[in-house]
């Protein structure tokens, strides 16, 4: 409940830089802000393993390759640590 929590308050401050965005960066980082939180919300409410998985693809194959903040070892890391975890 409070990481459902946390992440509705981070796309709700995301929400609230984008529009109050000056710039180009700013605009990038808050819907950036706005996106992952969401992604990670959807990830929180499945309980079926099937649905955790495809919300972790979707991530991966959305976020990764045009997120330049992300780095790829990052990914892949926490990649191994869920599947060695059996999530």
Do not use: H, Q, W
């Not at 609230?16 to 996106?35: G, I, P, Q, R």
């Not at 955790?52 to 693809?57: A, G, H, I, P």
């Not at 194959?61 to 890391?77: G, M, N, T």
Request: net charge negative.
């Amino acid at each position: 409940v409070a990481e459902r929590s946390a992440m509705v308050l981070f796309a709700a401050a995301g929400a609230s830089l984008c529009v109050a965005a000056n710039d180009l960066a700013t605009l990038f980082l808050s819907l950036e802000l706005v996106s992952i939180p969401s992604y990670m919300t959807l990830f929180l409410a499945r309980p079926d393993k099937n649905s955790r998985e495809s919300t972790l693809k979707y991530f991966l194959l959305r976020v990764i390759p045009f997120d330049p903040s992300i780095d790829f070892y990052f990914a892949f890391f926490i990649l191994s640590i869920i599947v060695y975890n059996n999530f």
